[in-house]
C-alpha cells in the first residue's frame, strides 16, 4: 500500500486509521488494531476471530507438546495470546456461569467461549446448550460467540461435519455459514430464550492430531 503526506496531514483522523487497518490487514497486530479501533461491534468480532486464528494455529503448530493438556490448559494459552493483544480476555469467569473465555470490551461488547476437547457428540452437545441457554444474553453487542472443538482424533473436518449434521437433526438453530471445508468453521444463529434475540455462535474445530509413524 502506498501513502501520500495528506494521508498524515491529519495523525488521529479516521482516514489514517482507516489506512493503518488495511496496511497491517492479515497479520496478528492488524488484527489487534483493528479490534482496538473498530467502529462497531461487528468489526470487532471480525478483528476477534481474526486473532483468534492466530492463537489456534499455535495449538495447532505444537500439538506434540500439548498432547496431554486439558481443555483449561488449552484455553488459558488463548486467553493469554489475546492478552498480548491487550484485550481483555479472561478465563472461568462467572457469566450465568463458568464460561471458558469472556471477551469484554468497549460500549458493553461481550464475546464468550466453551471449549471442549471432542470425545462425543453428546460432550458437543452440552457445550453448545451450556453457551446457548446459560452464558449467552444476546444483548447488543453481546450476541456472538464460540464453540472451540480440540479434536485429538483423525479427521478434524469429518467430525465437524458430523457436529453439524447432529446440530441440524437437533433443530435449536439454523446454519448460516459454512466454511467448513475451507477453515474448519461453520456459524449458526438462534434465539435466545431470555431476551428473545438472535445468538450467533461460530463452531472452531482445532486440528491436534498427532500420531507419527516416524
Known amino acids: ?29 492488524g488484527y489487534a488494531f483493528k479490534y482496538q479501533v473498530a467502529p462497531n461491534h461487528e468489526v470487532r468480532t471480525e478483528a476477534l476471530e481474526g486473532m483468534l486464528e492466530y492463537a489456534y494455529d499455535s495449538l495447532v503448530r ?22 498480548q493483544f491487550q484485550v481483555m480476555a479472561s478465563h472461568d469467569t462467572q457469566v450465568g456461569g463458568h ?28 457445550g453448545f446448550l451450556q453457551l446457548s441457554t446459560r452464558y449467552g444474553t444476546a444483548l447488543p453487542g453481546q450476541n456472538q460467540g464460540e464453540i472451540i472443538i480440540y479434536c485429538r482424533g483423525s479427521n478434524a473436518l469429518e467430525v465437524l461435519r458430523k457436529w453439524r449434521k447432529k446440530l441440524e437433526e437437533m433443530e435449536v438453530a439454523e446454519i448460516i455459514e459454512d466454511r467448513s471445508d ?33
Open 1 to 29: 500500500m502506498h501513502f501520500t503526506d495528506d494521508d498524515f496531514h491529519e495523525t488521529n483522523n479516521l482516514r489514517t486509521l482507516r489506512l493503518l487497518t488495511q496496511f497491517a490487514e492479515g497479520l496478528a497486530g
Open 62 to 83: 505444537n500439538r506434540h507438546l500439548n498432547k496431554n493438556q486439558s481443555e483449561d490448559e488449552l484455553t488459558v494459552q488463548i486467553v493469554e495470546q489475546l492478552a
Open 99 to 126: 464460561c471458558d473465555i469472556l471477551v469484554r470490551g468497549p460500549e458493553r461488547f461481550q464475546w464468550i467461549a466453551e471449549a471442549k476437547i471432542h470425545s462425543t457428540y453428546g460432550w458437543l452437545t452440552d
Open 182 to 214: 475451507q477453515d474448519l468453521w461453520f456459524r449458526s444463529c438462534h434465539t435466545c430464550s431470555n431476551s428473545g434475540l438472535d445468538f450467533s455462535i461460530r463452531h472452531k474445530i482445532v486440528p491436534l492430531h498427532f500420531a507419527p509413524r516416524k
